[in-house]
């Protein structure tokens, strides 16, 4: 992503790790399709899901968010409002507000022109103004109850069995890629249920062919609904075995082979302990991009009291890999390798033993800073290795 801003004038600083940005205010975006953004991506790709990165002290809000080359928000990030002073009852946006998104828009793209704008739009669950009280879509019990969103949420949910209020939820999803703010939406909550897959075909029907579609599969694979689908929001709530990992990797590999292109797969895991939990935070940039042309996400774990998906920003995420040039290749050690352009990515899974690679040439461990022929990596870890000039080991 620094390779982006840098190509639109803004000047970066990356080895004392801070960055500093001076825009050359004659410098002007010009947008390209969606399609070319997503190609053109260098590597790491990082994403955001709706909160932000809190761990880079004053840095204005829409520069955190510009590192990220996907970024899903509800509407108010994008300074859309809905026009219905119930928002579950709106459907379309207001010509003010789709002004100030255009404008929000920009400044994203002209941050990082090959960045994703993606809006949520809500049919399982809201909050308890959604509706007025007592409206026909919420969703009730066998006694006339709202049924409550999740366990700790304060959420309720929605009626979507209803196709009338499908209906209205692919009317609002068309009314999202009709103000020309972002290029697509996000579903959350999903999986292959029969009222599931009819509201995706009534969605994909409103919007057309070129808008995306995100969805939060976590990770399971949804074979029904996939040909509507662009990409899955893999919220991975489950991280703390082998199998864990291995169901992980195998419904990333199954979603880069049957989602819908252009593919925007998106891979999030929890930290453990705590957001120094780096192995954990290497071994997801690692999958993803060992087994996808993804983006990736590691962030704190919903139960926290804390608004969930808040992250850091990790300089593990600023190195320039370029792009790849083949495909993972699983080793006979257990471990996934994959080279881009400027380095060589390496995965080694939970339950694996430690490996080593070695190389022909000197290679920067981006992990350790070691710049030397042979390196070794512990299992629950990822690593890269960056091509050198051959000036002699590290210290």
Known sequence: MRQMLLSIGLVIGIST??????????????????????????????????????????????????????????????????????????????????????????????????MVLILEVRYRDASQDFFPEGYKWWRRDSEGNPVKGWEEGDFIQLDFSNPEFRDHVAQRAEAAMNSGVVDGIMLDWWNDDDDRVALIKAIRERIGDEALILANSNDRKTPRTAPYINGYFMECYRSKTPEDWERIADTLSWAEKNLREPRINCLETWFHNSRDDLNLMRATTTLSLTLSSGYCLFSDPNPLPAPDHLHNWYDFWDVDLGKPVSEGERRADGSILREFTNGTVLYNPMGNGPVTIRFEELRKSVATGAVVEEHELEPADGDIYLKEPSDGPSE
């Not at 399609?35 to 840095?59: H, I, K, M, Y």
């Not at 990220?68 to 928000?73: A, G, M, V």
């Open 17 to 114: 790790g801070s960055v500093c940005y001076e825009m050359e205010n004659t410098m002007q975006t010009s947008e390209v399709p969606v399609r070319t953004r997503v190609a053109a991506r260098t590597f790491p790709s990082v994403f955001q899901a709706w909160n932000r990165a809190d761990n880079l002290g004053d840095e204005e809000y829409m520069i955190t968010a510009a590192r990220h080359d996907l970024i899903f928000h509800g509407a108010g990030f994008f300074e859309l409002k809905w026009n219905h002073s119930y928002e579950g009852l709106a459907w379309r946006f207001t010509p003010d507000s789709i002004a100030q998104g255009m404008e929000t828009r920009r400044k994203l793209l002209t941050l990082n022109p090959k």
